[in-house]
């Protein structure tokens, strides 16, 4: 099992800034790919961004790449994934979640990952 614990969310001004955090637990060893999502309000989840753990190949979605960047830390005990979005707009406002996965090395859809954190909500102000 692997547990995820999102962190980092609150309130933002447009065009600012704000790095997600998200702290796996558990099996993480064996974690072979990861990834963002969130899901705005009224909407579905959707892919922010996605990581392959082995070779760090990543795949954004179109929307996102360029404001956001993930990367990933892999010291001797811990694992971590971060997230860090620039120059937010309104329409980022959504709850953004962890997920993990320790059965594909996929990582492009929510189909792809079999752990999930609970969230942590971003909201951006004009």
């Known amino acids: 099992q692997v547990q995820l614990a999102e962190s980092g969310g609150g309130l933002v001004q447009a065009g600012g800034s704000r790095r997600l955090s998200c702290a796996a637990s558990?099996?993480?060893?064996?974690?072979?790919?990861m990834g963002w999502f969130r899901q705005a309000p009224g909407k579905g989840r959707e892919l922010v961004v996605g990581?392959?753990?082995?070779?760090?190949?990543?795949?954004?979605k179109p929307n996102y790449e360029g404001r956001f960047t993930i990367s990933r830390d892999e010291s001797k005990n811990a694992l971590s994934l971060y997230l860090q979005m620039n120059n937010l707009e309104p329409e980022d406002t959504a709850v953004y979640y962890c997920?993990?996965?320790?059965?594909?090395?996929?990582?492009?859809?929510?189909?792809?990952?079999?752990?999930w954190g609970q969230g942590t909500p971003v909201t951006v102000s004009t």
């Open positions: 997920a993990a996965s320790r059965d594909s090395t996929a990582y492009t859809g929510q189909r792809d990952f079999e752990y």
């Open positions: 558990g099996r993480t060893l064996s974690v072979y790919s």
């Open positions: 990581i392959r753990m082995g070779d760090g190949s990543t795949y954004y």
